[in-house]
């Protein structure tokens, strides 16, 4: 099991790295070819802004798996132990019951649009929108591993490994 969220873990990050890459590269060339060549990309504009989407709530599975999302801790911080762990469990149901709206929102989201076509790129919005259903899965998945990792340590610091 620990070898199949290692390599799910380093697919997530290679495509997040990927993305991010390629909206850079992207954003660059859409500004030479504008200021130098006089001339735009058309369709440049558009895949940066569904790249950029997709680094996001890709960013936001890999946020939640190694705890990295803004948070107020003083609450948390002023809990004995032993209360804090179940205090914990429970903010990581409300994070797995947000994640699974967010799936289902997403879902119905992405197929509604799944036969309106973007303006440049010519693909279906509904693909674009998919990241959104997938990233509500792949969100209440982590924080289920977190939650476990964290009440076996009762930290809660550090990486989640199996």
Sequence with gaps: ??????????????VLVSCTFAMAVLCFTQVVFRYVFNSSIPWSEEASRYLFSVVVFFGGIICVR??????????????PRRVRRYYSLLLYAL???????????????AVKNMYQVSPALRI??????????FSGVFMG???????IWDFREGSGEGKVEE
């Design 1 to 14: 099991m620990k070898q199949i969220w290692r390599i799910f873990d380093s697919i997530l990050e290679w």
């Design 66 to 79: 190694d705890k990295g999302h803004v948070c107020v801790d003083i609450i948390i911080q002023q809990l």
């Design 95 to 109: 994070m797995f019951l947000f994640s699974l709206f967010l799936a289902k929102a997403g879902w119905e989201l």
């Design 124 to 133: 279906p919005l509904g693909w674009v929108y998919m990241t959104i259903p």
């Design 141 to 147: 998945v982590n924080s289920i591993r977190r939650a």
